[in-house]
């Protein structure tokens, strides 16, 4: 089973949520916690897990500029102008290709073979009785997306997946949520968390995903907000109010420490409601 | 050319929206892009008409005809996606790679331009700005930031702005990149904790990386400040300009119920940083100014 906490946007929670309740949940189900982040992948600022990590590869196309006849097929059919014709011959611009494999097969005269190009990593390591994965793009690569998919192809783990995922609701978001048996968005009620959290449940509503809420930092002026879930029919399983001292914990990375020293009774009710939810679909599943 | 400054974050949540709203409202004679296409916020809390709206039409939709397939398989086999099954194709793995239309020897691989969101061009009191709404679940951000940055800085020129102030996305990846191609200099704006300096040590690398200049302001520093003077050393040892502190202060809230910008709290200690930090970042990005 897999549960994909989301939000509209960074700075939302959606790593704290991630890292609390993938903890607080661990100490009676099998937990996978998966940062998709890929971009800023940062749960394991707060786990430490010592990470293996393993290079990830894509493959770009490179040419046999002896063998081409400058024909152009390669260059009409890539969808991404990362193949221009240049007098006559293809001119490759690697960083924009989606490695789809196009030009290499449409080549009349196999002038194009494919060559693998590291593009980020896979970590994995485990923290306590919980595993936990991430992926991390290399700064410049554009291929997000692609490393999302990798890094979660794999769906049949017995362990609960917890994903972390990007922020926004673009295709980073959509990769990470696709195959998602359940969405938990994470939705600050101030005017600009609102507006987040209305394209984020839209794209939950589209990919057709069962979602709940948690509102965080509730600071007491949230009626309009909660009438929006009600009206939307969003479930809110918790709403955790703006806690200075979260703030310091989570700084230097001690989610641990405030779940051992602090009052997390705020948290129950999302630990509870993702509880029988996993248990609900163990039953049916 | 009109100067352009982005305001970028690597880490998302903050007060990013908030501190670009500020810095149009304190610059005279600007023009803003709300850049973070799939999470807009400029527009939210800032009073506007719209001037102008055009639809963004990005790639395409790519359909399979029932009645033309003669169901070879080809495009599934060739689909390296995986978004191609039965003889359909599923929206949300295609990446519009065009590679089963080119090879579909039945033309039965049709595809349509397709709608992304729209573009509006907005009047506000602090000045005119742009902003893109993705829909939601669409790719192409990176070009909506593109065309939104097109629109921007063609009008701002037509006007005669002295500026061109970009509210960029967060991470770094493709929207991100697009943000901060040419432009004059990009502000990072980030927070004293383990993960506000692991996203802006790889922000500051993409954008060192493509010879940019740098200005690092750090909000809500009061949360922790051993973690402030390590990214005030980051700064320090590659040579990135500083633009200063800006302590928590709940009228970054205050201001967005309100529909004001933060600045305009003038007795308020948060308006006073906000004001010196931009100030600091027009010395340290602006030629003219140094
Ligand atoms: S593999 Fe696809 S995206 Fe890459 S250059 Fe070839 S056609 Fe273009
Ligand atoms: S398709 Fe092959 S032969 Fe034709 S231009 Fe491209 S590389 Fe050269
Ligand atoms: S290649 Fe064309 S005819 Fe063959 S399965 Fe695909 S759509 Fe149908
Ligand atoms: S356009 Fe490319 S990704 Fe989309 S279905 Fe066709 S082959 Fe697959």
Redesign the pocket.
Known sequence: MRIVVVSGKGGAGKTTFSVILSILLSKEVDIELIDSDVEEPNSNLFLNSALESASVYRKIPR?NSEI????????DICAYNSVVMVKQK?LIFTDLCHSCGG?VE????N??TEADDKYGEIGSGTSGNMMFKEGRIDVGKIQSPMLIKELLADKSSDRVQIVDAPPGTACNTVQALYGADFALIVAEPTPFGTSDFKLIHELTRVMNIDSAVVVNKDEGYSKDFYKLCESLEVPVLAAVAFDEKLSQYYSVGNLKGYLENEDITSYKGAVDGLKSLIMSEKKNG | MVDTIAVISGKGGTGKSSLTRAFFELEKNAYAADCDVDGANLFVSLDHDIVESEDFIAGFDYEIDAEKCVHCSKCEKLCRFGAIKDFKIDSFLCEGCNVCYYVCGSEAVKKSPKNCGKIHRAKSNAGFFVYGRLVAGEENSGKMVSRVREISKKHAEEIGSAMLIIDGPPGVGCPVIASVTATTGVVIVTEPTLSGLSDLKRAAGLVTGMNIPVSIVINRADINTEICEQIEKFAADNALSFAGRINYSAIFNESQRDRRSVVSYEESSAADEVKKVWKNIRKDLLKQEK
């Not at chain 1, 081409?68 to 260059?75: D, E, Y």
């Not at chain 1, 449409?106 to 005269?109: L, R, S, W, Y």
């Open positions: 040419l081409c006849t400058g024909c152009g097929k390669c260059a293809p030009c449409v080549c009349p005269v002038a194009l």
